[in-house]
């Protein structure tokens, strides 16, 4: 019949849901670089962010730069505290030989050693990450 308390529904409930993610309220735009112990970038790889039930990550690009994400690509991140971890960073060579980049303890929350606190204002936090140990 009428389309206006439809219209206000579909606005209602697309307030309602951009209050209760957060989208964008209250994120905090974080991004930094993932470099090894002697100052090179970690070229390929996902940083993710993790509390018990929310997760923010970005991709590791060429030059060891991410950007963090919640919901989109790049929206930020939630203040509070992380365990950070660094997934994907390996290659895989012609052959399907794969390739570590990194000490795999980085893929696990509970041995990573890596923790943030983001607050409100902090705008980076870069990583240091080792190799994976010879024969590994």
């Known amino acids: 019949m009428t389309k206006k308390p439809l219209c206000r529904s579909l606005l209602f ?8 993610c957060g989208c964008s309220n209250g994120q905090v735009p974080l991004s930094g670089s993932v470099t090894f112990e002697d100052g ?3 070229t390929q ?3 993710c962010f993790r509390q018990e039930n929310y ?27 992380y365990a950070v971890i660094i997934l994907g960073a390996n290659s895989t ?3 399907g030989k794969k390739d570590i980049l990194i ?18 204002g902090m705008r980076k936090f ?8 010879a024969g590994k």
């Open 45 to 47: 790889g996902i940083v």
């Open 93 to 95: 060579d012609d052959f």
């Open 103 to 120: 000490d795999p303890k980085f893929e696990d929350p509970t041995k990573s050693g890596i923790v943030c606190k983001v607050e409100k």
């Open 40 to 42: 090179s970038p970690l």
């Open 55 to 81: 997760q923010a990550k970005g991709d590791i690009d060429s030059k060891g730069h991410y950007v963090l994400g919640a919901i989109h690509a790049k929206d930020g991140i939630k203040p509070g505290d």
């Open 126 to 133: 870069d990583i240091t990450v080792q190799k994976p140990a």
């Open 13 to 20: 409930a697309s307030l309602v849901l951009t209050v209760i």
